[in-house]
């Protein structure tokens, strides 16, 4: 769920809730009504815009969080000293005379300044002086500067752990969880109702508590970096580097608020934990306050319809993309069989062509196993011929050696011009077969010698004809006269 934006505070028998730049104060009185004040504050970020920056912005929240705290608090508590008939002291008559209508702004300035230098007090100079006690046995500076930061966090859950035993005080953070509750409520996508708030987590990430915790685990980082020997000088720039330290807090609590990270929710773990001191489990008397004063400055209402719309857009997104893909699946597949289921029909409604298909089919098979037969027959008769060849051309060795003597005598007898001729034949032949093996062709004897071969086994071989070579060209010829038939038909 998207963060709200919304952030509270917890007063005297009540809850301030502030969206934006308008706040409102939900306080139950003591005779159960419950009694709201709305109010604006327009912060300074909008007049100076360098406190819209980062660092900056955390540092004027801080201080603004602080003033709005206190006129809230005032706010509640007045209507408790009413009921007690509280008399006015000698001091606030002397202010109510002096500052006139003023007075309560400047008593309440007064009160915010005091409270700041006891913080500092307490959780700035008071660890650095006692971790300024063990230099003596410690030497490193490192080492010491953490013990001081352990020293402020023990100091600070002890302080709220003391105080969390005052009756008053215990009530305040029971409106505490009141108000992390209703705000968690919001942000996970209920209805603002008594039960759904009852149900909802007491922690939240953006609670000033884990605040004041990030900011005390941050000084512990900037104070190990400054290292002077001045005892003095190194206390005042601990309490110059508050309000940075203090904007780096903000932009941690910022994003904290934002991300769900592991890294983010393991820094978060530590601020949460301290919250179970801060925080305690309401009543429903304590979650009506709280609710009143969230519907004061914010509506709920729009907030959960907008998010469940983008939720739902999302999702519709997200089942569109599937459906187009599913869609686009199913469009291929219902076109190939239509395809499938045309040339099923086609085959049906065109019985001639399928009978023309068929005998097209058959056909080829047939000349397949005639021309099949018609190579293996050829290649028996080829093996015939060679073995009639080989027995009948192949002379005895007396009339080779007869036929050549007769060579011999009939080359001597020869013309000498025939001589001649076959020795510059010879030459000829000579030079043209290196020639000839250079480019890679037949020598012209070589071819002679194949023809004459050629010419001895077609006379020797009695059983092939002319027929039979006119049947193969003539079937060869029927077959692929066939295949080009069929393939112009289809």
Avoid at 141 to 169: H, N, P, W
Avoid at 357 to 374: A, F, G, H, L
Wanted: glycine share 4%; aromatic share 8%; charged share 30%.
């Amino acid at each position: 769920m998207k963060p709200s934006g919304i952030g509270g505070q917890a007063v005297i028998e009540g809850v301030m809730m502030k969206n934006k730049d308008e706040y409102a104060i939900a306080v139950r009185k003591p005779n159960k009504e419950i009694v709201i004040e709305k109010s604006t504050f327009v912060s300074a970020a909008e007049k100076y815009k360098i406190f819209k920056l980062p660092i900056f912005r955390g540092m004027l929240s801080f201080v603004e969080s602080m003033i709005i705290g206190s006129r809230t608090l005032t706010f509640s508590a007045s209507f408790f000293e009413e009921e007690e008939e509280v008399k006015p002291s000698k001091m606030e008559k002397a202010f109510s005379k002096i500052f006139k209508e003023k007075a309560e702004s400047v008593v309440m300035g007064i009160t915010m300044v005091i409270s700041v230098i006891l913080a500092i007090g307490i959780f700035i100079l008071l660890p650095g002086f006692l971790a300024g006690l063990l230099t003596e046995v410690i030497q490193s500076r490192v080492l010491l500067t953490i013990i001081e930061g352990c020293i402020r966090i023990l100091l600070f859950i002890s302080y709220v752990a003391a105080i969390s035993q005052i009756k008053d005080i215990k009530r305040m953070f029971m409106y505490h969880g009141a108000e992390h509750k209703t705000i968690n409520c919001i942000e996970r996508g209920y209805e603002l109702t008594v039960e759904n708030v009852k149900r909802q987590s007491r922690e939240h990430k953006r609670c000033g508590t884990s605040f004041m915790f990030i900011v005390m685990f941050v000084s512990i980082i900037f104070f190990i970096f400054i290292r002077v020997e001045q005892q003095w000088l190194r206390y005042v720039i601990r309490i110059l580097l508050i309000p940075v330290i203090a904007g780096v807090s903000y932009e941690f609590i910022r994003l904290a608020g934002r991300n769900e990270s592991k890294l983010v929710n393991i820094l978060s773990r530590p601020g949460m934990w301290l919250q179970a001191l801060t925080t305690k489990e309401p009543d429903n008397d304590m979650i009506e306050v709280a609710i009143q004063s969230v519907e004061a400055v914010f509506d709920w209402e729009e907030f959960l319809n907008t998010n469940k719309g983008k939720a739902s857009k999302n999702k519709s997104a997200k089942k569109s993309g599937k459906n187009a893909k599913t869609n686009n699946k199913n469009e291929k597949s219902k076109s190939i069989d239509n395809k499938l289921d045309e040339n099923k029909s086609n085959e049906n409604s065109n019985p001639s062509r399928s009978n023309k298909v068929n005998q097209n089919q058959n056909t080829d098979k047939k000349t397949e196993e005639t021309i099949e037969e018609i190579i293996a027959k050829k290649e028996s008769l080829k093996a015939k011929s060679k073995l009639k060849a080989d027995s009948t051309f192949l002379p005895p060795e007396d009339e080779k050696e007869d036929k050549g003597n007769q060579k011999n005598d009939i080359s001597d007898k020869g013309n000498r011009h025939q001589g001649e001729k076959y020795k510059k034949s010879d030459r000829k032949n000579t030079n043209s077969s290196e020639d000839i093996k250079a480019s890679g062709k037949k020598h012209p004897a070589d071819e002679e010698t194949a023809a004459t071969v050629t010419e001895l086994e077609y006379k020797a071989n009695p059983y092939i004809d002319e027929e039979e070579d006119d049947e193969i060209l003539r079937a060869l010829d029927r077959y692929l006269f066939i295949n080009e038939k069929s393939k112009e038909e289809e």
